[in-house]
């Protein structure tokens, strides 16, 4: 079973960046789809990115494509999410998740296709 733990967030003014990181306390992520999501507050939790295990293939949501980017060395490394150009309405709390092993579905949007959720990380944007 694989564990999950998010670092990296924190508060950035407009225009900054931030790098989250999801590592594997448990487990590790060979044959698992990554990917990142964000729930603001008050509002339903948000599909960013995926990255697949194979490839990796990446897929991205349209408010966050050209902003963001998902990457990973190895299946052994942790999962990334570069966030550049940041908004304050990217403020949210931000997720990981994996699939299952060898799962074909390695981009779905939906958070009930992933098995594994980290903690979370916040992301506070000031204007």
């Known amino acids: 079973q694989v564990q999950l733990v998010e670092s990296g967030g924190g508060l950035v003014q407009a225009g900054g960046s931030l790098r989250l990181s999801c590592a594997a306390s448990?487990?590790?992520?060979?044959?698992?789809?990554v990917a990142w999501f964000r729930q603001p507050p008050g509002k339903e939790r948000e599909f960013l990115a995926a990255i697949s295990w194979i490839g990796p293939n990446t897929a991205y949501a349209d408010a966050v494509k050209g902003r963001f980017t998902i990457s990973r060395d190895n299946s052994k490394n942790p999962v990334y999410l570069q966030m550049n150009s940041l908004r304050p309405e990217d403020t949210a709390a931000y997720y990981c998740?994996?699939?299952?092993?060898?799962?074909?579905?390695?981009?779905?949007?939906?958070?009930?296709?992933?098995?594994?959720w980290g903690q979370g990380t916040q992301v506070t944007v000031s204007s």
């Open positions: 998740a994996a699939t299952r092993p060898y799962q074909s579905t390695w981009s779905s949007a939906l958070a009930s296709d992933y098995a594994y």
């Open positions: 448990r487990g590790t992520f060979s044959n698992v789809a």
